[in-house]
């Protein structure tokens, strides 16, 4: 019987790695690939939109996308560095579901258009993104809370707390980044202007970061309240991620 359950054990966790890496190779090779196409598009497009082109694509768009595609590639193979260097182990749960983002962020959002095409689309990635970036801290904190490198025990008030400002935090950080290829790139990230490049005036142009910004938070805040009932309840939130 214990050489059975073992066996079950091991079936699982081979398929959960197969699972895990079809789906990274999937996304990997579709951001390379995307990489490659927007390359050769960035040649032909046009530096301006012509007289009622409203859907024509500028150099400008396929800089942003290029850009885009290039940190998707990278970031990829972020969650294996830190579970290297840091010897951090990250819940496999949280790992899909990042990869599963930057897919939907990147290649659906810009490459595809669907940031334009399919209504609420940024709005519910931003709200998924304070989420998965609470989860992120909740599991950096919750190591070093077990480690003994800290003699210091964390409440998990103070623990959820934290989630919530570094998911914030780090969401700020990301409007920081958007502001800075708008402005080096003359990209829109931002949404400071139509797609056909008609650029917006005054409140409507502080609208989608400052909606980014909310929706940011709210993702968090509902996060750090998991994360707090499942520590108070004395429950181990990282294996229900896995």
């Not at 005054?202 to 309240?225: E, H, N, P, Q, W």
Request: glycine share 6%; proline share 3%; aromatic share 14%.
């Amino acid at each position: 019987m214990i050489h059975i359950a073992k066996c079950d054990e091991r079936v699982i966790t081979i398929k959960k790695i197969f699972n895990q890496k079809t789906l990274f190779g999937f996304i990997f090779i579709t951001m390379v690939l995307s990489n490659i196409f927007v390359s050769v598009r960035i040649f032909h497009a046009p530096t301006v939109a012509g007289p009622g082109e409203l859907n024509v694509r500028v150099k400008g768009d396929y800089t942003l996308m290029l850009l885009e595609c290039i940190f998707g590639t990278l970031a990829l193979l972020l969650p294996s560095f830190i579970e290297k260097r840091f010897k951090i182990v990250i819940p496999s749960g949280v790992i899909v579901a990042y990869a599963v983002f930057l897919y939907c962020a990147i290649y659906l959002g810009e490459v595809r258009s669907f940031y334009y095409s399919v209504p609420y689309w940024d709005t519910i990635l931003h709200t998924f993104s304070g989420a998965m970036l609470g989860a992120l801290g909740l599991t950096l904190i919750s190591f070093l809370n077990k480690t003994d490198r800290i003699p210091v025990y964390l409440s998990p008030l103070f623990v959820a707390i934290f989630t919530f400002c570094f998911a914030v935090a780090l969401g700020v950080v990301w409007e920081i980044y958007e502001f800075t290829i708008d402005s080096l790139f003359l990209t829109n990230m931002q949404k400071y202007a139509l797609e056909n490049g008609t650029p917006l005036i005054g409140r409507a142009a502080l609208v989608d970061t400052m909606k980014d910004l909310i929706v940011d938070c709210i993702g968090a805040l509902a996060f750090s309240i998991f994360g707090y009932i499942s520590l108070k309840s004395k429950k181990e939130w990282l294996q229900l991620l896995q």
